[in-house]
């Protein structure tokens, strides 16, 4: 199962589009999870383009008729799905960890803060950053990124793909 994880685009108030250099990576998914802060449908469209199965939550700053939060399946994992801004200060991870707790899942995958954030404590906590690299309303990264993760034989296996100095740079990580 593949799944890409991305969020707080912010198209078209801070940005124009996702950049291109991202495209090529941008195929062949099982499920698209989208973190909040969407703030237009065009966003949507683009993920059911790359999947059939999309799930998306809605953040602070949408105004789309998306739920709070998210709950799936995929093997034996149980995952949820929040934007963040529930949670303060941004990225806050005992709280997040709360938060998987009560909706009962094993991984939490969340947005807001605009920076990747990759945890393994109680929960798995997944934080895909912004995958514009808009700035996020504070002192957060601009650097655009994003995960895709493959779930197989029991194992998460993924990668955070950050776009620096016009590159493309990817980081393995498992549980």
């Known amino acids: 199962m593949k799944i890409l994880i991305f ?3 912010h198209i078209p108030e801070r940005a124009k589009e996702i950049p ?3 495209v090529e990576y941008l195929e062949g998914f099982d499920i698209v999870v989208i973190t909040g802060d969407l ?3 065009r966003v949507l469209r683009f993920g059911e383009r ?3 199965t ?3 939550v809605r953040g602070n700053m949408d105004h789309l008729a998306l739920p709070q939060s998210a709950k799936f399946r995929v093997e034996d994992f149980r995952f949820g799905v929040v934007h963040g801004h529930q949670v303060y200060p941004r990225g806050n991870r005992e709280q997040l960890e709360e938060i998987a707790t009560e909706m009962g899942v094993d991984v939490l995958i969340s947005g807001h803060t605009h920076l990747p954030d990759i945890y393994y404590g109680n929960k798995i906590l997944l934080n895909p950053g912004s995958m514009t690299g808009v700035w996020g309303g504070g002192a957060f990264s601009t650097i655009p990124s994003f995960i895709i993760l493959e779930v197989k034989g029991g194992r998460i296996q993924g990668k955070l793909y950050r776009l620096l100095n016009g590159e493309v740079v990817a980081e393995q990580f498992s549980f």
């Open 39 to 41: 703030t237009s449908e």
């Open 7 to 9: 969020g707080d685009t």
């Open 50 to 52: 790359l999947a059939e």
């Open 20 to 22: 291109r250099e991202f």
């Open 54 to 56: 999309v799930i998306a």
